[in-house]
C-alpha cells in the first residue's frame, strides 16, 4: 500500500467564518489526531495571494472578487492562517495554493513526491470547491485517493450528497473518519 497523507484543505479562518464550523471541526481534528497517531503525515494546504493580488486575473470569476473583500487572502494574516480547532502540529506542512485545487499555483506535488506519497486521504472546505477540484487533479496524477465524507463541507448539503455518493465513488474510496481511522 502506498504511503499516505492526510489533507486538510482550505480550512482557515476566512474560509470558515462563512461556514457552520461547530459539529465539523472537531471530527476534522479526530482525523487529524487519527493519521499522526498512525504515523501519517497531516499536510495542510490554504489559499493565499501576495499582496496586491497579481496572481488573480480579472477574468477568473471565482478570485476576482477576492481583491475587492475587506478580509484579505494576502501575506501571511489571520485569514489565510489555519483554524486554530484543527491548526498544524510542530513541523507539519503547510501548502499555499492559489487557485480552487491544492494543486494550482502550489509545490503541492512536489512535496507529496518527495514525501514518496502514493495515496491521498482528503478532506476540507468545500466539498463542490477545493475537494472536487483536487479530486480530479490528483486522480488524473495516479494518486489513489480516500474522502472522508464527514471530514468535507459544504454551503449545499445536497450537492455534497450527490459527490460523495455519486461522483466520487467514480475515483476514490468514500468513508467516514471513524471507519478510516479504525482501519489504520
Excluded at 17 to 29: G, M
Aim: hydrophobic share 45%; net charge negative; charged share 20%.
Amino acid at each position: 500500500m502506498p504511503q499516505q497523507a492526510l489533507l486538510v484543505m482550505d480550512v482557515q479562518q476566512a474560509v470558515t467564518d462563512r461556514f457552520a464550523v461547530d459539529d465539523y471541526l472537531p471530527r476534522l481534528a479526530g482525523a487529524a489526531r487519527a493519521a499522526r497517531a498512525g504515523g501519517i503525515p497531516v499536510i495542510y494546504v490554504v489559499v493565499g495571494f501576495r499582496p496586491g493580488y497579481p496572481e488573480i486575473s480579472p477574468r477568473n470569476k471565482t478570485f476576482a472578487a477576492v481583491a475587492d473583500r475587506a478580509a484579505s487572502l494576502s501575506g501571511d494574516g489571520p485569514t489565510t492562517r489555519v483554524h486554530p480547532g484543527v491548526a498544524p502540529a510542530p513541523g507539519e506542512t503547510v501548502v499555499t495554493k492559489r487557485r480552487v485545487s491544492a494543486f494550482a499555483g502550489s509545490d503541492l506535488d512536489v512535496v507529496l513526491r518527495a514525501g514518496g506519497i502514493g495515496h491521498l486521504v482528503l478532506t476540507g472546505i468545500a466539498t463542490s470547491g477545493v475537494v472536487l477540484s483536487t479530486l480530479r487533479q490528483a486522480a488524473d496524477l495516479d494518486f489513489e485517493l480516500t474522502v472522508l465524507s464527514d471530514a468535507c463541507l459544504d454551503s449545499d448539503p445536497e450537492v455534497h450528497r450527490v459527490l460523495t455518493e455519486k461522483v466520487f465513488p467514480k475515483q476514490a474510496e468514500v468513508t467516514t473518519v471513524d471507519a478510516w481511522a479504525a482501519a489504520l
